[in-house]
């Protein structure tokens, strides 16, 4: 199915497909995270739409999470894996390893906007209720250059309202 045809519409077929049951999405995830590098990015956007539906199918594949994103070369699969996460409590263990290369991709004018967009939002979630955290994270949103992207400047302007 991932292979037939890269839409929306095929990849609304996958998530209907895999449903609420864990052994389907397992083995989706499994495309996502050990397949080839054009079926780990049609799979990555079909993963994004199940863990919406169901963040608890990713609560244990954290590790392999942070592996993707250091290993991975594709904007896609980085971009849908940071998406994916703002709908999921991370656990504490996990949550300094999140925040570290979220920081990463938002200050690397290199990353795509999408990357650095859901970095801050995932930044903010991880932040939210910890005061040092918090301010830190401020003083990063305000300092978002003048000539970035108007979609990095409204993220950071809501998410400041957030913040308070």
């Not at 397949?35 to 594949?61: E, K, M």
């Not at 699969?77 to 991370?90: E, P």
């Not at 939210?128 to 305000?142: A, D, S």
Request: with cysteine; aromatic share 10%.
């Amino acid at each position: 199915m991932l292979m037939a045809e890269h839409s929306k519409a095929q990849v609304m077929k996958i998530v209907n497909y895999v449903g609420d049951n864990p052994d389907r999405f397992s083995s989706l995830c499994k495309v996502f995270l050990y397949g080839t590098y054009r079926l780990s990015q049609r799979a990555s956007w079909a993963v994004n739409y199940c863990v919406r539906s169901h963040p608890d199918f990713i609560l244990d594949r954290f590790d392999e999470l942070l592996e993707m994103l250091d290993r991975s070369h594709h904007d896609a699969v980085k971009r849908n894996i940071l998406r994916m996460l703002q709908y999921v409590d991370i656990p504490t263990r996990w949550q300094g390893s999140f925040y570290t290369r979220c920081l990463h991709f938002l200050g690397s004018s290199k990353e795509p906007i999408a990357v650095r967009v859901f970095s801050m939002q995932l930044l903010y979630n991880i932040a939210k209720g910890t005061p040092e955290l918090e301010e830190e994270l401020r003083q990063l949103l305000r300092d978002i250059p003048l000539d970035a992207s108007p979609a990095l400047h409204a993220r950071s302007r809501n998410l400041l309202k957030e913040l308070g």
